[in-house]
């Protein structure tokens, strides 16, 4: 392989980090929007404990939710791989 040419695998390996990445800003993305509308109602220079535990309980719920349907959907692309 010369030194211009990039590897098939190693281009795909790249190109599934940059997917990942942006997945990652994106489930940040939701999770700060959904959680900040649901749990502060008069924004200011800082959350009160209320406030705080509310966007807490919102992120964990959230991130609970978003694990599960990422393992299903992985669950179902791999039995959909394997009955080809």
Known sequence: MSHGT????????QVKQ???VANAQELL???TTKC???CVGKP???LDASEQ???SLCMD???DSWNLISRTYGQRLQREQSNM
């Open 6 to 13: 990039v590897d098939k695998g190693e281009l795909m390996d």
């Open 18 to 20: 940059q997917i990942a």
């Open 29 to 31: 993305t939701q999770m």
């Open 36 to 38: 900040f509308k649901k």
């Open 44 to 46: 200011g220079t800082s």
């Open 53 to 55: 535990k509310c966007v």
């Open 61 to 63: 719920r959230f991130m």
